[in-house]
């Protein structure tokens, strides 16, 4: 038998437990890199897998629902496999059920939700969006120059680049040496 952790057993038993074999939503006190964490074993070990939908719907965290949108939009879920079944000690009803499951998208995706954005916009007016607009400036803007225009500490501000920005939201973040200036970081127009 396989060898599962505790939020491991938690997450497949109520996958197993949900009609459509979702295994969304996680235990709320799982979010960000753990979840990632703890669904790429699960996912790597062949116990739950992902399905594509055609269903173009934006990830809604008040749902909770879908793991994430593919270039297109559409809805990507994930699904307990047999092989999750099975580890945690279920018998598969007849056949493929998971993935079948996983073929018709959740009565809870919304119709009204059009295409994902494919452009990250941040809320008007955070400071976020103000880094965000100093780097898409044609000029770009030096660590020192974000640190003032944002009343933060450099540290604060390589931290938002590399986490937020970089990891998180997924822009590629540019820098250069320009004589005069020092390091100089920007965002590739689109």
Do not use: F
């Amino acid at each position: 038998m396989t060898r599962l952790s505790d939020t491991q057993l938690v997450i497949l038993s109520a996958a197993a437990q949900r009609d459509d074999r979702n295994v969304l939503p996680l235990p709320g006190s799982l979010r960000g890199g753990a979840a990632a964490k703890v669904i790429g074993a699960l996912m790597k070990r062949g116990l739950i897998a992902e399905t594509a939908t055609d269903q173009p719907a934006k990830a809604d965290a008040a749902l909770n629902r879908i793991w994430r949108n593919d270039g297109d939009g559409c809805a990507t879920l994930l699904h307990i496999t047999d092989t999750g079944l099975a580890a945690i000690g279920i018998e598969p009803e007849g056949g493929d059920d998971a993935l079948k499951a996983a073929e018709v998208a959740p009565k809870d995706i919304s119709a009204k939700a059009g295409p994902a954005s494919k452009a990250h916009t941040p809320r008007a007016g955070t400071k976020q969006a103000r880094l965000i607009e100093m780097l898409r400036a044609e000029s770009g803007a030096t660590i020192d120059e974000m640190a003032a225009a944002l009343n933060w500490r450099p540290h604060t501000v390589r931290g938002a680049l590399a986490g937020v920005l970089k990891k998180r939201i997924g822009l590629t973040v540019t820098s250069e040496k320009i004589e005069g200036r020092g390091r100089v970081y920007g965002l590739p127009s689109d």
